[in-house]
C-alpha cells in the first residue's frame, strides 16, 4: 500500500467524521462519495478531508 493515502470522510450535512478509505497519492481531487451518515439517518455526500 505504498501508493494509497489515508483519507478521513466527512459528512457535508453535519460535518461528523464517519469513515475512512485510501485513495492514491497521485490524485490531485478530493474524494465524493454517497455514504450513509448515522447521524443524519440518511445517505448523504461525504468528502474527502486531509
Do not use: F, W
Request: aromatic share 4%; proline share 2%.
Amino acid at each position: 500500500m505504498k501508493d494509497k493515502k489515508q483519507v478521513i470522510l466527512t459528512c457535508s450535512v453535519c460535518l461528523s467524521r464517519n469513515y475512512t478509505t485510501g485513495k492514491n497519492k497521485n490524485s490531485a481531487k478530493r474524494i465524493e462519495l454517497m455514504k450513509y451518515c448515522p447521524k443524519c439517518n440518511t445517505h448523504t455526500l461525504h468528502k474527502g478531508t486531509k
